[in-house]
């Protein structure tokens, strides 16, 4: 059995695990066997009891352990996972929801990483020989090697800058290095550096420091344009720093740390700052071995931005910018990039006006690769070569085919072509491979388009055969890319079914379906595009 006061630290241990889920509560737990010991954020006894029992069917697996629509109890929805501790008993994470809902991969890998991370501190304080120390002063091999470990973990996977600032500054003040943590980012022109904050700075100083030239002295700033520590171990000191001094009696400093933030080619792009509210004093050894750590992830981080902002940029550059407007048809497109993708990939949309009829294509090349996007405006320009000269739209797919195979490297892509006739409403579609597209009546009916799709552009060379369906005023048709319905973790056919039931949940303004959508897609692993047509002319049968 553990006792209260190992509760109440396992309690802050487990704080450090706190997830982002949307729509979802984190709970905790540390257990030995054969007794658990929970430490949660129930706050009502039928919380609680709900909680111990979901413990209690994981405990049983001894592992991972997944469950949708519980059917019993406060909570419909659990993701729980179970890791082992070193020596006896078992740490675990519980991510529940009020609603029935599917956890995405990205809440799947946050509560992996969370349980890891958890599994880490408890083995480590439950192996000290005397149990909790009253004095709180760490063992400078043993936990210093707990907190770079600690920080480590949480800092893996993670891909942007904002990812790897927002994780520093909540786990470094956990590190108990100091209470009160703050990063500064140089400038391109290194003229000003621009802060972020941990949560223990005062709000009042977090918004007056947001940005300051990099001449004015305090830590942050010193320790860069000298290229050294800035350390400061009590008050006096402070005060012969008569600015920051005034910062500091606002935020209860009597401590503080700076050190320069250096990447890979020794360059300097900012610094972190750790401070001290109490007398426990600056361990700067400690301290430099974080700095390293934070250094290294983002200096990493920095990098990954700055080539998926090139990335973007060349994407841009290929994508149209300027699309064709008409009377009777108002459209709207959406792109959003992968999120766990430095370079983007192949995904493109256009519209081509060809007099009485208008053209939406929606196209994927395979791959996230500098390739990807070359064969896409390749493929892109060609397509839309053929069918300004008046190709039918299945014979140019299967010329496209035919251009593709004259590549050195085999690349394949999914088109979706929709023919909209301006004056009747009918829309012809025809696909090479592509997931099927969606009509959205006027009334809120969702219709799903079933073609019988050829085969993906750049595979075989085959006849494309169109569908056609007819549009009423105020009809609007969806294409998109796979990015938006494909998931791990969800069968495609449930990932179409929810694709309807969100349609017949939006309005019918393209701009605002196409945002939506786009939005709920966030964190797909994909790059996802969306374009929306809303046919307003008149309905004329066809003969």
């Not at 995904?347 to 007099?355: E, F, H, K, N, R």
Request: with cysteine.
């Amino acid at each position: 059995m553990l006792n209260s006061e190992t509760t109440d630290e396992l309690t802050s241990l487990t704080e450090l695990t706190e997830l982002s889920i949307p729509d979802s509560r984190v709970f905790a737990t540390t257990q030995l066997s054969p007794s658990p010991t929970l430490s949660d954020k129930a706050t009502t006894e039928e919380e609680r009891s709900e909680i111990k029992r979901i413990f209690g069917k994981m405990s049983e697996l001894g592992g991972f352990h997944f469950e949708n629509d519980a059917g019993s109890g406060l909570f419909r929805s659990y993701l729980g996972i179970v890791v082992p501790l070193t020596g006896t008993g078992k740490a675990g994470i519980v991510v529940t929801a009020k609603k029935p809902r599917s956890w995405s991969p990205t809440d799947i890998s946050a509560a992996e990483k969370a349980a890891k991370i958890l599994g880490v501190l408890a083995s480590a304080y439950l192996r000290r020989p005397n149990g909790p120390r009253s004095d709180r002063s760490p063992r400078p091999v043993q936990d210093r090697a707990r907190r770079l470990q600690y920080l480590s973990t949480a800092l893996q996977g993670l891909a942007t800058a904002t990812e790897v600032a927002n994780t520093v500054l909540e786990h470094v003040e956990a590190l108990r290095l100091g209470q009160i943590v703050s990063l500064g980012f140089l400038s391109e022109e290194a003229e000003t550096m621009r802060f972020i904050h941990g949560s223990k700075v005062p709000k009042p100083v977090a918004d007056d420091w947001q940005e300051t030239p990099i001449d004015v002295d305090i830590p942050m700033t010193i320790s860069v344009r000298e290229s050294r520590p800035v350390i400061l171990e009590n008050p006096a000191e402070i005060a012969g720093m008569p600015l920051f001094d005034v910062e500091a009696q606002r935020s209860g400093i009597v401590s503080i740390f700076s050190a320069p933030l250096r990447d890979s080619n020794d360059q300097i792009f900012g610094s972190i700052a750790i401070a001290q509210t109490s007398s426990i004093g600056v361990n700067a050894d400690a301290l430099h071995e974080v700095v390293g750590v934070v250094a290294t992830a983002l200096g990493r981080a920095i990098r990954f931005d700055l080539e998926r902002e090139r990335s973007r940029q060349l994407l841009r550059a290929v994508l149209p910018s300027n699309l064709p407007s008409f009377a009777n048809l108002e459209t709207a497109w959406s792109y959003l990039p992968a999120s766990s993708h430095v370079q983007v990939g192949g995904d493109w949309y256009d519209i081509l006006d060809l007099g009485e009829k208008a053209v939406l294509i929606v196209g994927d090349v395979a791959g996230h690769d500098l390739t990807a996007t070359r064969t896409m405006a390749k493929l892109r320009h060609s397509l839309n070569a053929y069918l300004l000269a008046g190709r039918d739209p299945g014979r140019s797919l299967t010329l496209c085919t035919e251009m593709l195979e004259t590549a050195k490297r085999k690349v394949f892509a999914t088109v979706i072509i929709a023919v909209v006739h301006l004056e009747t409403g009918q829309a012809d579609f025809y696909s090479a491979g592509h997931p099927p597209p969606y009509i959205q009546r006027r009334g809120g009916l969702v219709e799903r388009i079933n073609l019988n799709p050829g085969p993906p552009v750049g595979s075989f060379e085959s006849t494309y055969l169109s569908t056609t369906a007819l549009l009423s005023h105020g009809d609007t048709v969806l294409l998109y890319t796979d990015g938006l319905v494909e998931r791990r973790s969800v069968p495609l056919d449930a990932s179409l079914d929810a694709l309807a039931s969100d349609l017949e949940d939006s309005s019918n303004q393209p701009d605002e379906i196409c945002s939506q959508l786009a939005t709920g897609s966030s964190d797909s692993d994909d790059d996802v595009v969306v374009l929306a047509a809303r046919w307003s002319g008149p309905v004329v049968a066809l003969m």
